[in-house]
């Protein structure tokens, strides 16, 4: 079945339909990044540029078509990419890679969408479903994918997930999974706030044991000051092994809280992220982007079994424009860990980015990681990426 689908979405793209709306597009980045972990005599040298290129073709009545390719290659390549043997180094997961990125085909109408093939997937803030747009090879999935608002205005979406393509490439054991997944949200604006619900029937059929079921409910409100906004979310997660899921089993819960003030040039905010553990296993979420939470030094990507409580707090500022870069604003957050089963401590992290524009087209990042880790915990380590991003 996929491999007819993926046919006939090539057949569509490579014959031109109405080529005269065709839309090229390209996107890339060149990035520097450093990782340089206690315990570790070799700190890790990356320099990786990552391109993608495509085409949407439209054809009338809503109907499109879009192809993408990426390729990443290395310019600096003393890192542990996961798969080049260099495991002197510590990990920095952007491996060389030629992939087709996406492929498929989409209708939109009348505030319904359908998308058929291999698409980018982010659902809501990216916790359970994301595309982990900061590693150079995107993560993207082979689904089908309906949203639409009912009459009630409710929105609603369904996904199927048939197999995923993880961000350690074609040549990673690791690199896909095949799936037999459902994906079901909705969400309704309530008056004093939104209500939303994710449901994740998780069944990996490469790796048994990480199969599950996660159901989520949040409630979040927005509320608009005189400059800048007030806005929170609280949200309520339960997750229970599910079918072909292998080992006893198990129930595990997670609470997430976030308060965040935004105003013309400054913001702050303050969050608890709670996932459970029962000294077996945590509360995964292995299609999430895990990079964007538990800090940017990459420590918590798996659960640990004891499950995780993160206590952080950050702010913002925006400077304007400057000489070199205009846009230019700045994020600092700190983060306090420890395992939610037993409350023994993990460490600390301090997380700073800076992003900026040199072009309208060209836009520039720092972000520093410095991972304080406690006695007895993970090692302490400190990543630094330098990136250049462009598109056309």
Same mark, same amino acid.
């Given at each position: 079945?996929?491999?007819?689908?993926?046919?006939?979405?090539?057949?569509?793209?490579?014959?031109?339909?109405?080529?005269?709306?065709?839309?090229?597009?390209?996107? *890339?980045?060149?990035?520097?990044? !450093?990782?340089?972990?206690?315990?570790?005599?070799? !700190?890790?040298?990356?320099?990786?540029?990552?391109?993608?290129?495509?085409?949407?073709?439209?054809?009338?009545?809503?109907?499109?078509?879009?192809?993408?390719?990426?390729?990443?290659?290395?310019?600096?390549?003393?890192?542990?990419? !996961?798969?080049?043997?260099?495991?002197?180094?510590?990990?920095?997961?952007?491996?060389?890679?030629?992939?087709?990125?996406?492929?498929?085909?989409?209708?939109?109408?009348?505030?319904?969408?359908?998308?058929?093939?291999?698409?980018?997937?982010?659902?809501?803030?990216?916790?359970?479903?994301?595309?982990?747009?900061?590693?150079?090879? @995107?993560?993207?999935? %082979?689904?089908?994918?309906?949203?639409?608002?009912?009459?009630?205005?409710?929105?609603?979406?369904?996904?199927?997930?048939?197999?995923?393509?993880?961000?350690?490439?074609?040549?990673?054991?690791?690199?896909?999974?095949?799936?037999?997944?459902?994906?079901?949200?909705?969400?309704?604006?309530?008056?004093?706030?939104?209500?939303?619900? !994710?449901?994740?029937?998780?069944?990996?059929?490469?790796?048994?044991?990480?199969?599950?079921?996660?159901?989520?409910?949040?409630?979040?409100?927005?509320?608009?000051?005189?400059?800048?906004?007030? %806005?929170?979310?609280?949200? $309520?997660?339960?997750?229970?092994?599910?079918?072909?899921?292998?080992?006893?089993?198990?129930?595990?819960?997670?609470?997430?809280?976030?308060?965040?003030?935004?105003?013309?040039?400054?913001?702050?905010?303050?969050?608890?992220?709670?996932?459970?553990?029962?000294?077996?296993?945590?509360?995964?979420?292995?299609?999430?982007?895990?990079?964007?939470?538990?800090?940017?030094?990459?420590?918590?990507? *798996?659960?640990?079994?004891?499950?995780?409580?993160?206590?952080?707090? *950050?702010?913002?500022?925006?400077?304007?424009?400057?000489?070199?870069?205009?846009?230019?604003?700045?994020?600092?957050?700190?983060?306090?860990?420890?395992?939610?089963?037993?409350?023994?401590?993990?460490?600390? @992290?301090?997380?700073?980015?800076?992003?900026?524009?040199?072009? @309208?087209?060209?836009? $520039?990042?720092?972000?520093?990681?410095? $991972?304080?880790?406690?006695?007895?915990?993970?090692?302490?380590? @400190?990543?630094?990426?330098?990136?250049?991003?462009?598109?056309?």
């Amino acid at each position: 079945m996929r491999a007819i689908l993926f046919s006939g979405l090539a057949l569509l793209a490579t014959t031109g339909v109405a080529a005269a709306d065709d839309i090229l597009h390209l996107d *890339g980045r060149i990035r520097f990044e !450093t990782a340089d972990f206690s315990g570790n005599a070799n !700190t890790a040298e990356a320099l990786s540029w990552r391109n993608r290129l495509g085409a949407e073709f439209s054809f009338g009545q809503g109907w499109s078509v879009l192809v993408e390719g990426e390729h990443v290659f290395h310019l600096i390549d003393d890192f542990n990419d !996961t798969v080049n043997g260099q495991t002197q180094f510590p990990v920095i997961a952007d491996p060389e890679a030629t992939e087709l990125n996406r492929l498929q085909l989409a209708h939109a109408s009348d505030g319904r969408s359908f998308v058929l093939g291999r698409q980018r997937m982010v659902i809501g803030d990216s916790r359970y479903v994301g595309n982990v747009g900061y590693r150079q090879n @995107e993560q993207t999935f %082979d689904a089908v994918r309906l949203d639409f608002e009912t009459a009630g205005g409710i929105e609603f979406g369904y996904a199927y997930l048939d197999r995923v393509h993880r961000i350690f490439g074609d040549d990673s054991p690791a690199g896909e999974w095949d799936l037999d997944t459902h994906l079901v949200t909705a969400s309704s604006a309530l008056g004093a706030g939104t209500l939303s619900f !994710t449901g994740l029937w998780f069944e990996n059929q490469d790796v048994p044991g990480m199969s599950s079921q996660t159901l989520a409910i949040q409630w979040s409100h927005v509320h608009a000051l005189e400059s800048g906004q007030f %806005d929170y979310y609280v949200e $309520f997660a339960n997750q229970t092994d599910y079918g072909n899921a292998t080992g006893p089993g198990y129930d595990l819960s997670a609470l997430r809280l976030q308060l965040r003030m935004r105003g013309e040039r400054f913001g702050g905010w303050v969050g608890l992220e709670s996932l459970d553990g029962n000294g077996a296993r945590g509360f995964a979420t292995p299609l999430a982007t895990l990079h964007k939470f538990q800090g940017f030094a990459d420590v918590f990507l *798996g659960t640990p079994a004891n499950g995780i409580r993160d206590l952080y707090v *950050g702010g913002s500022a925006g400077f304007g424009d400057g000489a070199l870069l205009s846009n230019r604003s700045v994020n600092v957050i700190w983060h306090h860990f420890e395992a939610e089963n037993g409350g023994a401590d993990y460490g600390s @992290e301090l997380n700073i980015v800076f992003n900026g524009r040199v072009t @309208e087209r060209v836009g $520039f990042q720092l972000k520093y990681a410095d $991972f304080d880790g406690a006695t007895g915990g993970p090692a302490s380590r @400190e990543r630094l990426a330098l990136a250049l991003s462009y598109s056309y």
